[in-house]
């Protein structure tokens, strides 16, 4: 059996350039721009659209559902905040699992990550074309025709708007990460206060009765919950992949993420609460545009509704322009190991940024948001990530006994019962998806596997130099186990 290709993280760091320039990328993100961008890339989709599957499933529970789902994240975050301050590269997991666990765990990690961003783009613009519709009908009474805003499962044509919101984004993101680090903190405010100013509404009509019976469906509708809000946690690993922008990474990385974390579980449960308080649960469950719903019944105005929506626009627009800023740059570290094509590793010199990987990203993930029914997929993209998730919490244990020396500006407390809690979270959820997704999973790996055999393996710089060079010192040749 061929030996595991490590990479030490030491010639990670080296490779990219992290402790100065990374790659030809600047460094323009301080601590305050990190903690927008993971706002950018958590709140969105999930809580302005997906909140009322979550209800649907665990009914006024739902908040239990979102602390569980919190838990499993945190217990993660943490391990990212230890990683993230330690290996401060791009390439965020893939690094991560590179320097742990080898190249073709981290192959496959990529090749998740490809699965978790793609479909999170996809579905957080099909969410987009939803509010937008919504705001349209608030302001003028119109809306743009179902051929136009609907992929053809969902009785459409094509879904214009989530084509427009991606282009947007690449556009934004191909001028510089100073640009995009400076839309992403308008948007982060803009979300912040809309949603803050929901919860003014909401609880200004709340009732106790609306949140009996509590949990209808029991722990079983709470598990099922859990899984359908961890839908909305994704994107807080995202942070980590500004290792090669961040001015100060090894200490800025780790409390954004953990800011984050503790900044969004609040806002969700005061969101939870204060729509199901004001008009019950049953009526949240399944609803188009939940919360614009909830505002339009508690004011008797569509106004309110409006201001909701285009609060929605705005914030499910900074999650596409976050979370493909995210896929871009560990694509960049993939193709600088040589596992993908080069293409995606190309950065400008005039706009500093991976333009050609940008704009193929771009191309690649408009097709399904215009024309598929992503439905279907959403619990394999939910199933990867938290593989995902796993994987990153092994990689922390693993490189805490092959790495001891390794300077870490935070460490996850509670080791090793940190990590593993955060393993075990993350296989309860995984569990919940249901034996069908799991199917899918595996054949969603086994097409990965492949891809690395044919190509990755082949391609692979390390493998490369370690032939070229058998006698190079140990930080610069590939580790065995």
Same mark, same amino acid.
């Given at each position: 059996?061929?030996?595991?290709?490590?990479?030490?993280? @030491?010639?990670?760091? $080296?490779?990219?350039?992290?402790?100065?320039?990374?790659?030809?990328?600047?460094?323009?993100?301080?601590?305050? @721009?990190?903690?927008?961008?993971?706002?950018? &890339?958590?709140?969105?989709?999930?809580?302005?659209?997906?909140?009322?599957?979550?209800? &649907?499933?665990?009914?006024?529970?739902?908040?239990?559902?979102?602390?569980?789902?919190?838990?499993?994240?945190?217990?993660?975050?943490?391990?990212?905040?230890?990683?993230?301050?330690?290996?401060?590269?791009?390439?965020?997991?893939?690094?991560? $699992?590179?320097?742990?666990?080898?190249?073709?765990?981290?192959?496959?990690?990529?090749?998740?990550?490809?699965?978790?961003?793609?479909?999170?783009?996809?579905?957080?613009?099909?969410?987009?074309?939803?509010?937008?519709?919504?705001?349209?009908?608030?302001?003028?009474?119109? @809306?743009?025709? $179902?051929?136009?805003?609907?992929?053809?499962?969902?009785?459409?044509?094509?879904?214009?708007?989530?084509?427009?919101?991606? $282009?947007?984004?690449?556009?934004?993101?191909?001028?510089?990460?100073?640009?995009?680090?400076?839309?992403?903190?308008?948007?982060?405010?803009?979300?912040?206060?809309?949603?803050?100013?929901?919860?003014?509404?909401?609880?200004?009509?709340?009732?106790?009765?609306?949140?009996?019976?509590?949990?209808? &469906?029991?722990?079983?509708?709470?598990?099922?919950?859990?899984?359908?809000?961890?839908?909305?946690?994704?994107?807080?690993?995202?942070?980590?992949?500004?290792?090669?922008?961040?001015?100060?990474?090894?200490?800025?990385?780790?409390?954004?993420?953990?800011?984050?974390?503790?900044?969004?579980?609040?806002?969700?449960?005061?969101?939870?609460?204060?729509?199901?308080?004001?008009?019950?649960?049953?009526?949240?469950?399944?609803?188009?545009?939940?919360?614009?719903?909830?505002?339009?019944?508690?004011?008797?105005?569509?106004?309110?509704?409006?201001?909701? &929506?285009?609060?929605?626009?705005?914030?499910?627009?900074?999650?596409?322009?976050?979370?493909?800023?995210? @896929?871009?740059?560990?694509?960049?570290?993939?193709?600088?190991?040589?596992?993908?094509?080069?293409?995606?590793?190309?950065?400008?010199?005039?706009?500093?940024?991976?333009?050609?990987?940008?704009?193929?990203?771009?191309?690649?993930?408009?097709?399904?948001?215009?024309?598929?029914?992503?439905?279907?997929?959403?619990?394999?993209?939910?199933?990867?990530?938290?593989?995902?998730?796993?994987?990153?919490?092994?990689?922390?244990?693993?490189?805490?006994?092959?790495?001891?020396?390794?300077?870490?500006?935070?460490?996850?407390?509670?080791?090793?019962?940190?990590?593993?809690?955060?393993?075990?979270?993350?296989?309860?959820?995984?569990?919940?998806?249901?034996?069908?997704?799991?199917?899918?999973?595996?054949?969603?790996?086994?097409?990965?596997?492949?891809?690395?055999?044919?190509?990755?393996?082949?391609?692979?710089?390390?493998?490369?130099?370690?032939?070229?060079?058998?006698?190079?010192?140990?930080?610069?040749?590939?580790?065995?186990?």
């Amino acid at each position: 059996m061929p030996a595991l290709r490590i990479k030490s993280p @030491q010639l990670l760091v $080296a490779e990219s350039g992290a402790d100065r320039e990374g790659h030809g990328l600047k460094r323009t993100m301080g601590l305050f @721009q990190l903690i927008c961008f993971g706002v950018g &890339a958590i709140v969105g989709t999930g809580i302005f659209v997906g909140l009322s599957d979550s209800v &649907a499933q665990a009914g006024p529970a739902v908040v239990i559902s979102f602390v569980l789902a919190a838990i499993t994240c945190v217990f993660t975050a943490l391990s990212f905040a230890e990683l993230g301050g330690a290996i401060p590269v791009s390439g965020s997991s893939y690094s991560f $699992a590179y320097a742990g666990l080898g190249e073709s765990t981290a192959f496959l990690v990529g090749w998740c990550l490809l699965l978790e961003y793609g479909v999170s783009i996809s579905a957080v613009a099909v969410g987009w074309s939803e509010y937008v519709n919504e705001l349209l009908h608030s302001l003028t009474g119109l @809306q743009l025709p $179902a051929a136009l805003s609907a992929g053809p499962g969902d009785g459409g044509i094509v879904n214009l708007p989530a084509v427009i919101v991606i $282009a947007m984004a690449s556009v934004l993101l191909v001028r510089g990460v100073r640009e995009s680090a400076r839309a992403t903190a308008v948007m982060a405010a803009v979300k912040l206060v809309v949603l803050l100013a929901f919860c003014a509404v909401g609880y200004s009509a709340f009732q106790h009765g609306n949140l009996t019976p509590f949990s209808p &469906a029991g722990l079983g509708g709470i598990g099922a919950g859990t899984t359908a809000a961890f839908f909305s946690y994704i994107g807080f690993d995202a942070i980590t992949t500004a290792g090669e922008e961040a001015k100060n990474p090894r200490r800025d990385i780790p409390v954004a993420i953990l800011v984050c974390m503790g900044l969004v579980t609040l806002l969700y449960c005061a969101v939870a609460l204060a729509a199901i308080g004001a008009i019950g649960g049953e009526r949240v469950a399944g609803r188009p545009a939940a919360l614009s719903y909830v505002v339009n019944e508690v004011t008797g105005s569509a106004l309110g509704g409006g201001v909701i &929506a285009f609060g929605a626009v705005v914030a499910i627009a900074s999650v596409v322009l976050a979370v493909m800023y995210g @896929q871009t740059r560990i694509l960049m570290s993939m193709s600088r190991d040589g596992l993908i094509p080069r293409v995606f590793e190309k950065v400008s010199p005039r706009t500093s940024t991976p333009v050609a990987g940008t704009l193929i990203v771009a191309v690649v993930f408009a097709v399904p948001a215009a024309f598929a029914s992503l439905d279907a997929v959403l619990n394999l993209c939910t199933i990867g990530t938290l593989a995902i998730m796993a994987v990153v919490n092994i990689a922390v244990i693993a490189l805490r006994r092959r790495e001891p020396g390794l300077s870490r500006g935070f460490r996850v407390p509670l080791y090793p019962a940190g990590p593993l809690l955060g393993v075990g979270f993350c296989l309860y959820l995984m569990y919940e998806t249901g034996w069908r997704t799991w199917i899918q999973f595996a054949v969603f790996l086994a097409v990965g596997a492949l891809v690395y055999v044919a190509y990755g393996r082949r391609h692979s710089t390390l493998a490369r130099f370690a032939e070229a060079v058998p006698d190079a010192a140990p930080e610069r040749a590939p580790q065995t186990v």
